[in-house]
Antibody, heavy 123, light 107 residues
Framework: EMQLLESGGGLVQPGGSLRLSCAAS????????MTWVRQAPGKGLEWVST????????YYADSVKGRFTISRDNSKDTLYLQMDSLRAEDTAMYYC????????????????WGQGTLVTVSS | EIVLTQSPATLSLSPGERATLSCRAS??????LAWYQQKPGQAPRLLIY???NRATGIPARFSGSGSGTDFTLTISSLEPEDFAVYYC?????????FGGGTTVEIK
């Protein structure tokens, strides 16, 4: 059974940093592009960042570019999101997602989602 | 950036009725459009991809159509478990974006 398990969320002060992790199992992690999607409380979904299956190409939303870094360790079947210079508007549930098709750097569709990890940026 | 506009924002219907949800793109996304369902406290679930393909395990009452800039998600006969929020999303170029969502609520 495919599974994505996020961790690393929590309460952080504005300007602080957090590192999210997503442990994958049940599929060949190194064959799929992976994406972080976030959802602010009571709001809609926002695409944050995607990393190619090999890890050498990354894409970011303008709202996080220069502050967030996506990475992956295919030997550990784990996806990461390093979040620096956090702002109140980064407060959200962060979901780790897998794309449907292997290889490439597709921006969707996302066929598996983790349960999310909550990031709260507040003083 | 391609903007996806979903309408209506809220759809009030009764079980057994037909639901028609719209997603309009600010420029062509060809057929690279997906639909997701989200229930309270849960992660979204993929329903439809590439405009008209049902994802694994999705009931036949869900169907998608459209191409270019205008897309529709149809639920042929609403079941109690279908009352939820629905989002469209494109993968035509970067950045990928989501629509604002349509809430299907019980009338």
């Amino acid at each position: 059974e495919m599974q994505l398990l996020e961790s690393g969320g929590g309460l952080v002060q504005p300007g602080g940093s957090l590192r999210l992790s997503c442990a994958a199992s049940g599929f060949t992690f190194g064959s799929y592009a992976m994406t972080w999607v976030r959802q602010a409380p009571g709001k809609g979904l926002e695409w944050v960042s995607t990393i190619r299956y090999t890890g050498e190409r990354t894409y970011y939303a303008d709202s996080v570019k220069g502050r967030f870094t996506i990475s992956r360790d295919n030997s550990k079947d784990t996806l990461y999101l390093q979040m620096d210079s956090l702002r109140a508007e980064d407060t959200a549930m962060y979901y780790c997602t897998k794309v449907l098709r292997p290889n490439g750097d597709y921006a969707g569709p996302f066929d598996y989602w983790g349960q999310g990890t909550l990031v709260t940026v507040s003083s | 950036e391609i903007v996806l506009t979903q309408s209506p924002a809220t759809l009030s219907l009764s079980p057994g009725e037909r639901a028609t949800l719209s997603c309009r793109a600010s420029q062509s996304v060809t057929s690279y459009l997906a639909w997701y369902q989200q229930k309270p406290g849960q992660a979204p679930r993929l329903l439809i991809y590439d405009a008209s393909n049902r994802a694994t395990g999705i009931p036949a009452r869900f169907s998608g159509s459209g191409s270019g800039t205008d897309f529709t998600l149809t639920i042929s006969s609403l079941e109690p478990e279908d009352f939820a929020v629905y989002y469209c999303q494109h993968r035509s170029n970067w950045p990928a974006t989501f629509g604002g969502g349509t809430t299907v609520e019980i009338k």
